[in-house]
Structure formats: C-alpha cells, structure tokens
C-alpha cells in the first residue's frame, strides 16, 4: 500500500514514524512488508522555532509507542535540545500578581466521583502538591531520579523544526522516501471524490497513493481541496494572532512552560536547552501589531525582535477524515497555543487513524462508516479543547477592554455554563466530563478550575465533610506530603539536571 505524507514538520514525521514503527512490529513477526511510505516536504513554508511544549502523551510514544525505532526520552532529549516540562505556570490571568500551577501530572484519585487527593490538599494545603508533577515544579526540581531516570510523570518543551528533524532522522534508515517540492496540482478522481495523486511543482512529477495524510500546516493543502468544510471557534475564543520571538536565559531554567497574562492576551515562555520561545498571543480587535509589541517591550523588560505577525482563525474542519485523505496537525484547524492542545491533538488522530482504523492491506479500511465515526470523535475533542481553553478566559481581571470582552461579552460555550453552575454547588469531578481517548477531562481542567478559584474552598471543604471524607482526607493529606519529602531526596534540581543533560551526562 502506497501512503504519502504532505508535510515535514514535526506532525509529518511523527505520522511516518508511526506507520514506520507498525512496519517494523509486523515484519518482525515474519509478515512480508506492506507499506510503501513517502514524505512530500516543500521548502517553501517558514520555520518560526519559537518553542512549543507538548502533553503527556508523546512521552510515552517516545518511551513505548515508538521505540523500535530506536527512539527513548534521553536520546530525544539529547538531540532535540529538548527539556523537560512539569506543566504551566499561570502569572496575572485571575488578576495582577496572582498565580497558580496546572501540573502535566492528574492526581491519582483524578478518575473517581469524588477526587480525594485534590479536595484534600486544597483543604489543608495547596491544591497543585496533589500532583507529583506539581510538588516538583512548584519546588523547581526536574523528575530525573539520580541513577534510575526519569520518573513517568514529565512532557517537553523543545524547538518543533529539532523534533521534526529528529524523527525524520529515525525515518529515513527505515524505507520511508523523503521529496523535496511543492505540490501544484491534486488529481481527484471524478466518480468517487478520491485523490489519485498530485504533480510536483520543481520537477513535474506526479506522485500516487492510496492514502493521503495532510501534515501541511495552515496551507491545508490536500484537506483545504477536499470540500472538508470549517467549524469556526472565533465566538467563544477570544485570540487570533500572535507575535513569537526568542530570548537568551540564563542558568536558572524551570521545567515549566510560563502562561503570562497581558492587558490583549498572554504570553508564553518555554524554555529550550539554547534559550526561551517566547510569542504572545493577543487579539487584534483590541490592539494593534504595534501596540501589542511595544506591550511586550514595556511588561517583560526585553529588547524584543519578532519573527513575524501570524493571524489565525480559531477554528476546525469537519471532516478531518474525508474520502482517503486524513488531515493532522495545523491542516485540522487551530485554537490557540494554551495548553498544547496542537500537538496532542496531533498524536491523537496519528493514533486513532493509524493504530485503530488503519488497515495494511487497502480493502480492509472500511472507507464507508468509520470515517464519520473518526470525524466526530476528532470534532468531539477538538470542540472539548475548545471549551477546556475557553475556562482560563473566566477570571476577575477587568483592567483592559480585552478582559472586560472577556468577562462579560465572550459567548460562553454550553459545557463551561455547566461547569460553572456545578461549581457553585459543588466540587466538579470525572463524572462531569466524558472520557475517550485523547479527551481533555478532569485531569486537566481541575487544575485551572482551583487555580482560578472557579470554586470556593468552603464549597470544596463542605464537598468532602458530605461525603464523610474530611478526616479521611487530612490523613491522606499528611502521607502525602511524607511521600512527597522522602521521595525528593532522590531527585535532581532541574537547573542541575540541564547541566547534567547538556553535558551529556545522564
């Protein structure tokens, strides 16, 4: 089967590398080799390298999915300049001067109706030491146990362009054929709607295939020509630009991403192994290009040089699966950089398509119902990242006519109504929110939800005297934080870790 890649970045290499890494499984169970696996990559599209961090999830492709390739978390580290990510620090967003943490890490009772290890350090303590992650990064350490690696709880910060080239590098050695060039032209076939193949601008080549993966970024070069339709999001989501730059640091480098609020939007800050990736997201209904820099300039204190002014609209297709074509990435439609939901969603349409509906032999995809079942999985999450960003937008804040636009006039989606309604009552918990693979659940929206005092602590404390949990809780409490003491003894300071890693010393 014939399966081309339109797109070098890093959302193409990782689908390569997943359909590569299949091959591998399969062949080495003495299958003969099915997959004939080709990457189109036009020179023509720009790199920003402005820093990007991921989620969990592709720590464990690194460290399970694909590591018959050769690939595991330090080698990756080693050669993307990558470093470790904890989770977010929020600065400013419910008001000046405030702060909160959204650890990478859920706590462990995160899945119950009642989410005990939360409730109980927001009762007695601080609510983000509920987390591992969160006890870590809010006491500057990395996850890295000396002598027995790294503990399964971080994500990345890295330089998108390194990943890409990274598992393009893995790639290669194993089958996959590498293009250079534009495409200019997409061959469909009249009585099905299927793409046949597309012409290379640079050499008049027509190149075939039986499925197509859109990688190509905004430029949504196969999906964009496939009457895949658009779900805007601009109503409920209140950016649509943004101004990355790069910013040398010094020694002192935390593993966390920095969500900085500003009078327009936020900043963020993420910090490479070689210096920080810096953008700041704003609207421009509201501000100036100009405005917006001279905003940066004055609130961080830096000498900014920004790379460019990117404009988006956020927003999805509908039909990410449609015919033979699947799109990933920036090709489905973008939200915003909060939360990374971009490269996540990423790692899970590869997964579901390639692991779950993804057949090697081409009469075996049922190309009839699945699609539609893939699309409103796919529509699903992305609408539920929409909602899950939209929450960070609830916050006291009132000093600008952005955040006025915020708190009172920004269209509030029928999930986050909910959520606040139930706050108001009641703590909320999983059973408040569906669970599917790559669903932003719980796990992530509670941490923004007691960072932003969405929810009262009394309410939290009544919550858990309710349910009989209060005594139970404050001993729970307790061991934990023992836990927490006794195990950091063993971990290394992320400033001591950086050292470590960029000696090559781990």
Known sequence: MKIVIVGGGTAGWLAASAFVASEIRRTETGLPKKLDIKVIESEDIPIIGAGEGST???????????????VNEIDFL????????????????????H????????????????????????TFGEYHNASA????????????????????????????????????EKCIPNGVQHIKGTINQLNINKENGFLKSVNIKE???????????????????LIGNMDSGWVSYKEQLPTNAAIPYLFEHDDNVLAETLAWAQPNGWMWQIPTQERYGCGYVYSDNFTTYDKAVEEL???????????????????????FWNKNVISIGLSSGFLEPLQATSIHSTLVQIDLFAYHYFHSDLENIDFNSSPTIYNNTIGKMWDDFRDLLQIHYVTQREDSQFWKYCKYELQKTEKVKHILDICKKRSPSAWDFELYHGAATWGVWCWTIYGLDLVDKDIVEKTLINYSL?????????????????????????????????KKNL
């Not at 409490?477 to 001591?496: A, G, P, R, T």
């Open 56 to 70: 969990g999830i592709l720590s464990n492709w690194i460290d399970k999915k694909l590591a018959n390739l050769g």
């Open 78 to 97: 080693y050669n993307t300049n990558a470093t470790l990510k904890l989770g977010i620090k929020f600065k400013d967003w419910k008001h000046k001067g």
């Open 99 to 122: 702060q909160y943490l959204s650890p990478i890490q859920p706590t462990e009772t995160t899945n119950y109706n009642i989410d005990l290890d939360l409730m109980s350090f927001a």
């Open 133 to 168: 992650a969160g006890y870590l990064m809010a006491n500057e350490y990395s996850c890295y146990r000396r002598n027995k690696g790294l503990l399964p709880i971080n994500a990345y910060h890295f330089d998108a362009h390194k990943v890409g080239q990274y598992f393009k």
């Open 203 to 221: 050499t008049g080549e027509k190149i075939e295939a039986d499925i197509w993966i859109d990688a190509s970024g905004f430029s949504k070069v």
């Open 297 to 319: 300039i004055q609130n961080t204190g830096r000498k900014i040089e920004p790379i460019r002014n990117l404009k988006f609209e956020a927003g999805r297709v509908e039909k």
């Open 470 to 502: 209060k005594d139970e809780g404050k001993a729970k409490y307790e061991k934990m934080m023992y836990n927490h003491n006794v195990q950091i003894q063993s971990i290394l300071k992320n400033k001591d870790f950086l050292y470590k890693l960029k």
